[in-house]
C-alpha cells in the first residue's frame, strides 16, 4: 500500500525536489559552514548573507553551484539528493533575502521627502545624485524596514563592519576627516566630505584616529515627522535595483 | 670568453648531489631545499641587502602563474629558478624569468579540493631530478634539464579525499611528502620514494592501526577516519638522521564526540627514522583536539643552551598560540608560552600537555574562543636568525565562535562536524620575534589583518614578510622597525627566499599570481 503512495509522488520531480528549510540548515552547517561560516557570512569562501549572488543569479543556477561546485576552490556536494540540494539552495537564499513587507509609508510621498531633505547630496539612486555615501539603488533588497528606519534617526548605531570614519593628522597639521576607502598595514586611503581622495602613509601621520561609531551621516530624527520618516523607509524600501 | 662560461653553466645545469643541500648555508647564492636548509630555518647567510640598502630594492623582473593566491616557494639552483602551481612546475631562467620548460599535469574533472584551494607551494631537487607533488595525490620526478617525467608515482587515491599539495623534502637517496585531507576523514601518512625510482621506500600511518603503539588512543573505527594530514614540508637532522614532520588535525574537526581519546599523533610533531620511517618519538601539541589546529608547521631545528645545558633543539609556534621547545634527540619538553592571545588553556603542564579550560570546545550554541580555527599561526613558514637567536612568526589574532554539528563520512565529502564565525569585524596580525630558546616576545610589527606569508630572515639583518593586502615588507630583524615596502597588488600567501643573480643579492616572493624578484 506504501508503495502505491511512494510511487506517484515519486514520479513528479517537483514534489521530489520540494525544499526543506531545516534541512537546508543542517546540511549547510555540516558540509558548507568551513568555508562560508556557521550563519553564512564568509570565512575562506564569500559571505552567502546577501540578494544578489555573483555565481547564482537564479535558484537553478545556486542548485548547480552548489552540486557540481566552483572549480578550483569549491567542490560540489554530488552525495546530495536533489530535494537536499534545493533545501540548501533555498536555505542560502533565506540568508540573504529581506522580504517585501506592507509598511506604513506612502512610497511616492518618500522619494518627495529623500528631494526635499537633499538625500540625494551624498546618495546616488539608478544614476541620480552623488557618489559620496552608499549607492542606494537595491538598498531595499539589502537592507530591511527596520534597519532603514534606525539608520535615518541614529546612523552611528548601524554602520556596516566596513564603515570607518578617520580623522587623520599630517605632519604639517593639517587634519582630513573622511570615509576609510582602502587601508593596509603601511598606507591609508581617504575620501573626504567633498568626495575628493587623500592617500597617506602611516608613518608620515602624527596620528591617525579611528573614529569608531562615528558618521559623517547626520541623524534625522528631529528634522522628518512620523509620517515623513514613515513614507521615506517605504520609498527605501521599495529600492530593489535594476529591473 | 663568455661562451666559456656559458658552457661551464650549462655543464653544472642543476646537478644537485644531496651534499650541496646538506652544506647549503656553504653557496647561499641557491636556495635548495623548501626552507633554505634542512633545519628548517628559512634564513639567507647573504648579508649585502641591509637596514642601510634595503630601501633600494626594485622589481627586476616578474612571472605569472595561472593560479591565483599562489603559495610557491622556489628552488634556486646555479642560474635556474624551478616553481610549481597546482599540478604544474616550471624551469625559469634566474638572470631574466624567462621559462626554459614548464611541466603540466592534467587535473581530473571528478577532482575536488575539500578545504583548501588548488594551491602548490614548491618543488624539491636531488642530483638531476625535480619532484613536485600534485593535487590528484601523485609525486611525479622530472628531469632538471628538460622538465621531462623520469617516474609518476600515485601516493594514494585522491576520490576519497586524499591530495598533495606540499613541497617534497628530498634527503639522501629519499624523497618525502604527506598529504592533504583533513576534512575529508582521511587516515593520515608520510611517505618516502626512492628517490631514482619512485618505489615507495617506507610509509609512516600517523593514525597507529590496530596493534600498533598508541592505537589506545582511540575507540572503535574512528581511526580509520581519523584525520592527521601532514600537508606542510617538514625537517631534517642528518646526524640524528631523524625527520620531523608535523601532523594535522582529528576528524571530524569539531565534533570531537565520536573520537574520545587523545587521537594520536594527530596535532603532534613525530621524529621518524629517516631511512626506516619507524617512530622515535612524539610529541602532541593538541591532545584530542576539536578546533581544527593542525600542527602542520615547518619545525626549527637549532642549538641552544636550555635549563643550564646546550642541546639540539627543536622548536614550533603552534597553531594553538603556544611557543614550544624540544630536546630534538628525545622529544622531551623543554620550554613554552602563549606567544598569541588563546582562551582555551590555562598553561602548559611540566610535560608540555595543555591545561584545558572547561567548557572551551565547540557547542550547539556556539563557543567563542581564541584563536580561530586558522590557529596563530599556519602552514607558512616562520624563520630562524642564528645571528640574532631570534625566532620569527607571522602571527594573526583572531577568536571565533565555534559550532559543533552532526558528521556523517562519507569518501570524498566534508567530514568536519561544525564550523566558527568570526565575531569581529577588526582581523589583526603582526610579525613576533621571540627568543628562540624561551618564546619569550622581543619586538612586534603589527598588521592591519592576519597574515597568510611566510617570514625570511637574512644575515644582512632583515626580515622579509607579506600582507594579505599585498604589502612586501623589510623589518629590521633587531628592532621590527619597517624599512621598507612594496604594494604587489595581489594578496601575498607564500613564502620568500633569497638568492643571488650574477653575485647579487635578491628576494623572491609570490604575491596571488605573479612572482616579483627584487635587486638593488
Not at chain 1, 66 to 78: D, K
Request: proline share 7%; glycine share 10%.
Amino acid at each position: 500500500m506504501r508503495n502505491c503512495i511512494l510511487i506517484p509522488l515519486l514520479a513528479i520531480p517537483a514534489l521530489a525536489q520540494l525544499p526543506d528549510l531545516p534541512t537546508g540548515k543542517q546540511i549547510f552547517e555540516s558540509q558548507c559552514a568551513l568555508c562560508h561560516g556557521q550563519s553564512g557570512g564568509g570565512g575562506r569562501g564569500p559571505s552567502l548573507i546577501r540578494p544578489k549572488l555573483n555565481k547564482a543569479p537564479d535558484d537553478a543556477a545556486l542548485r548547480e553551484v552548489i552540486s557540481r561546485g566552483l572549480p578550483p576552490e569549491m567542490p560540489g556536494a554530488w552525495q546530495l539528493t536533489p530535494r537536499e540540494v534545493a533545501s540548501v539552495a533555498a536555505y542560502v537564499r533565506s540568508l540573504g533575502a529581506v522580504p517585501q513587507q506592507m509598511l506604513p509609508g506612502d512610497v511616492a510621498r518618500g522619494a518627495h521627502v529623500y528631494q526635499a531633505k537633499g538625500c540625494g547630496a551624498c546618495h546616488m539612486i539608478a544614476g541620480q545624485g552623488e557618489g559620496f555615501g552608499p549607492e542606494l539603488t537595491d538598498i531595499g533588497a539589502r537592507r530591511n524596514p527596520t534597519h532603514l528606519r534606525q539608520t535615518l534617526l541614529n546612523p552611528a548605531a548601524s554602520l556596516p563592519d566596513d564603515f570607518l570614519y578617520v580623522a587623520a593628522l599630517t605632519s604639517a597639521g593639517q587634519t582630513v576627516r573622511g570615509v576609510r576607502v582602502n587601508e593596509d598595514s603601511f598606507t591609508i586611503q581617504i575620501k573626504d566630505t567633498s568626495s575628493r581622495f587623500h592617500s597617506f602613509r602611516k608613518s608620515e601621520l602624527k596620528e591617525l584616529r579611528r573614529l569608531k561609531k562615528e558618521t559623517p551621516m547626520p541623524s534625522f530624527e528631529k528634522t522628518l515627522t512620523a509620517a515623513e520618516l514613515d513614507d521615506l523607509t517605504a520609498y527605501l524600501a521599495s529600492l530593489r535595483g535594476k529591473s | 670568453m663568455k661562451w666559456t662560461a656559458l658552457l661551464i653553466c650549462a655543464a653544472a645545469f642543476a646537478q644537485t648531489p644531496y651534499d650541496r643541500i646538506l652544506n647549503a648555508q656553504k653557496e647561499p647564492g641557491n636556495w635548495l631545499t623548501y626552507s633554505g636548509n634542512y633545519a628548517g630555518h628559512r634564513y639567507s647567510p647573504l648579508a649585502e641587502i641591509t637596514p642601510v640598502n634595503v630601501a633600494g630594492l626594485h622589481v627586476k623582473w616578474a612571472y605569472q602563474f595561472e593560479n591565483r593566491r599562489t603559495e610557491v616557494s622556489p628552488i634556486v639552483v646555479d642560474g635556474v629558478m624551478y616553481v610549481t602551481g597546482p599540478n604544474m612546475a616550471a624551469a625559469l631562467d634566474l638572470r631574466t624569468g624567462r621559462e626554459l620548460w614548464t611541466w603540466r599535469r592534467p587535473i581530473p574533472k571528478d577532482y575536488q579540493s575539500i578545504g583548501f584551494g588548488h594551491v602548490n607551494r614548491g618543488a624539491a631537487i636531488l642530483d638531476n631530478t625535480v619532484f613536485v607533488s600534485t593535487l590528484d595525490c601523485y609525486l611525479v620526478a622530472l628531469d632538471a634539464k628538460s622538465g621531462a617525467e623520469r617516474w609518476t608515482v600515485q601516493v594514494e587515491d585522491y576520490k576519497p579525499g586524499y591530495s598533495m599539495t606540499l613541497a617534497p623534502l628530498a634527503i639522501k637517496g629519499r624523497v618525502l611528502v604527506g598529504v592533504s585531507g583533513g576534512e575529508a576523514g582521511i587516515r593520515g601518512f608520510i611517505d618516502a620514494y626512492v628517490a631514482t625510482s619512485g618505489k615507495r621506500a617506507w610509509r609512516f600511518y600517523t593514525i597507529p592501526g590496530p596493534g600498533e603503539k598508541g592505537h589506545e588512543s582511540w575507540s572503535g573505527d574512528a581511526w580509520k577516519t581519523g584525520g592527521g594530514s601532514t600537508w606542510v614540508t617538514g625537517s631534517y637532522d642528518p646526524e640524528l638522521n631523524l625527520v620531523y614532520w608535523g601532523v594535522g588535525n582529528p576528524g571530524p574537526d569539531w565534533n570531537a564526540d565520536s573520537r574520545p581519546g587523545d587521537n594520536l599523533y594527530t596535532c603532534s610533531l613525530v621524529a621518524l627514522d629517516g631511512d626506516t620511517g619507524k617512530l622515535k618519538w612524539y610529541f602532541q601539541f593538541t591532545p584530542h583536539d576539536s578546533h581544527d589546529w593542525d600542527s602542520t608547521h615547518v619545525p626549527v631545528l637549532f642549538e641552544g643552551e636550555v635549563r643550564g645545558a646546550k642541546r639540539k633543539l627543536v622548536a614550533v609556534a603552534n597553531r594553538n598560540a603556544f611557543y614550544y621547545v624540544l630536546d630534538r634527540t628525545t622529544g622531551e619538553f623543554l620550554a613554552g608560552r602563549p606567544y598569541a592571545k588563546q582562551t582555551w588553556a590555562k598553561g602548559l603542564d611540566d610535560r608540555g600537555r595543555p591545561e584545558v579550560i572547561p567548557g572551551t570546545e565547540p557547542s550547539e550554541k556556539g563557543t567563542l574562543v581564541w584563536p580561530n580555527l586558522n590557529g596563530a599561526t599556519v602552514w607558512f613558514s616562520p624563520a630562524y636568525s642564528p645571528h640574532t637567536g631570534l625566532m620569527y612568526v607571522a602571527v594573526r589574532e583572531i577568536g571565533s565562535i565555534y559550532f559543533k554539528r552532526e558528521a556523517d563520512y562519507k569518501p570524498g565529502t566534508f567530514f568536519a562536524g561544525g564550523g566558527e564565525t568570526i565575531p569581529t569585524a577588526d582581523r589583526p596580525g603582526a610579525i613576533r620575534a621571540l627568543e628562540a630558546t624561551t618564546g619569550k616576545i622581543q619586538w612586534e610589527f603589527p598588521m592591519h589583518t592576519a597574515p597568510w606569508a611566510g617570514v625570511l630572515a637574512t644575515a644582512g639583518g632583515l626580515v622579509f614578510s607579506g600582507s594579505d593586502e599585498g604589502n612586501f615588507f623589510a623589518l629590521d630583524a633587531r628592532t621590527g622597525k619597517p624599512l621598507w615596502e612594496f604594494q604587489t597588488g595581489g594578496p601575498v600567501a607564500a613564502n620568500p627566499v633569497s638568492f643571488t643573480i650574477n653575485g647579487k643579492q635578491h628576494i623572491a616572493i609570490a604575491a596571488d599570481k605573479v612572482l616579483y624578484v627584487f635587486g638593488r
